[in-house]
């Protein structure tokens, strides 16, 4: 074979050899049909979106990646979800786990808010298709709150009610004890009667506590004569004034209406009166009064209680509102105080669209205002009504009140116009 014919063949078998590399190259790096599965993106079944947004629930759907594919306002906002993954470890452990083992797992969780208070959680993970998971959570903080207040409220009747109770037991032996001595069984006697009054008397404002959480005085509203129910409050506490040798007024204007409870407001009135009998020394004053103060929602009446006693410090003053507790424990406890008052008198404000605010200083005296909304249409012919009662006993206001005739400091303005009956 000549040269000629050998280079021929030689170029041939090249050929050839080329193509055949050339095709298995081109097999290997062609994709096999199953990865085009695995691009295709996962998507959350039809129909799961509109019903997650019915859900009062935080609602997560979380694709098998862990990537979050659905996720309700809620959970965005309450910190759940964070961008495209769950935000809470332990919570991204069990979708995890129940990924794996294909069954419905429950669990409470907590979410730190640096400063601010904790928010608590129950969810309920449970397995879709297609490796899917969702997470419904509902926020148990409000309910949380609730219960650590029912507990506590319960602990702090169990620790009132065993004081006279413990007391009436002691009280009763001694009495056995001194049987054969009627001088010491009359002074035990006394003692236990102070003691079953003051049961009594608690076992009283827990009763009413109770009820006035489950009355609502806006279902079935009355018109309100709000002069009779100061006038009331002042008489119901008229004993005790005159006891604790303290001058007890009505002043303010008249005519006031609202729509609401006269029994309720009936009790937050002689709750502030007695509260301030009990802080104000012998020769002291109290002022009971009303006004019509003109909104641009509604009309509100605003009753106050002023006194010139010992006053509150700075310190209580933001607590005096918390159930059983006392500015003066000594001083309470001998004049009967429960501790309950001014809490029954925030909720009765509450209950009626309201609310109630305290001003004090020491040595100077206190004024506690009930801000309620009238709930009732301006009437004209009514307005002749609103005129400035004196106190009683007096013929006339003074309108030349100056407030350092009591201490020599300014007042705020809101106490001026009360509190100028108490040093007249």
Avoid at 71 to 91: D, M
Avoid at 189 to 204: F, N, P, Q, T, Y
Avoid at 228 to 257: F, I, M, P, W, Y
Avoid at 292 to 304: G, K, P, Q
Wanted: charge should be negative.
């Amino acid at each position: 074979m000549n040269t000629t014919g050998v280079a021929i063949v030689a170029l041939v078998v090249g050929l050839l050899i080329g193509l055949g590399l050339a095709r298995l190259m081109s097999r290997r790096e062609r994709p096999e049909a199953t990865p085009e599965f695995e691009d295709e993106p996962v998507v959350v079944p039809p129909g799961v979106v509109e019903v997650l947004k019915a859900l009062r629930s935080s609602a997560v759907v979380v694709g098998p990646h862990d990537e979050v594919l659905q996720a309700s306002t809620p959970a965005r906002t309450q910190g759940i979800v964070r961008g495209s993954r769950v935000a809470v470890r332990e919570l991204l452990d069990l979708v995890r786990t129940v990924r794996r083992d294909r069954q419905i797992s429950i669990l409470d969780f907590e979410i730190h808010r640096g400063t601010a208070a904790s928010s608590y959680f129950s969810a309920r993970v449970a397995p879709l298709d297609d490796d899917l998971i969702l997470i419904l959570a509902d926020d148990q903080t409000a309910a949380r709150r609730i219960e650590e207040t029912r507990r506590d409220f319960v602990a702090n009747v169990s620790h009132e009610l065993k004081t006279p109770i413990g007391a009436i037991s002691l009280l009763a032996e001694a009495v056995g004890e001194a049987a054969e001595d009627p001088p010491a069984v009359r002074k035990f006697a006394g003692r236990m009667s102070i003691e079953s009054s003051r049961l009594s008397d608690l076992v009283a404002q827990i009763i009413d506590l109770s009820r006035l959480q489950a009355d609502n005085p806006l279902a079935a509203p009355e018109e309100v004569d709000v002069d009779q129910v100061l006038a009331e409050a002042v008489d119901r506490n008229r004993v005790d004034a005159e006891r604790h040798h303290v001058s007890l007024t009505v002043a303010g204007a008249k005519g006031c209406r609202v729509l609401g409870s006269s029994r309720q407001l009936g009790v937050a009135v002689s709750n502030l009166v007695e509260n301030a009998l009990i802080y104000s020394d012998a020769g002291a004053r109290v002022v009971v009064a009303a006004r019509r103060n003109a909104r641009a929602d509604d009309d509100y009446v605003e009753i106050t209680v002023s006194d010139n006693g010992i006053g509150i410090a700075p310190a209580d003053l933001n607590r005096i509102f918390e159930r059983f507790y006392r500015v003066d424990y000594a001083r309470s406890r001998a004049n009967g105080g429960t501790g309950l008052g001014l809490s029954i008198v925030k909720h009765i404000a509450a209950t009626h669209g309201g609310d109630v605010t305290a001003w004090s200083q020491v040595g100077r005296g206190s004024t506690f205002t009930i801000r309620i909304p009238a709930h009732l249409r301006s009437d004209p012919d009514g307005a002749a009504d609103q005129q400035e009662q004196p106190a009683l006993g007096q013929t006339e206001r003074s309108d030349d009140f100056t407030p350092t005739a009591l201490t020599g400091a300014d007042e705020p303005e809101p106490q001026n116009q009360d509190r100028q009956e108490i040093i007249r």
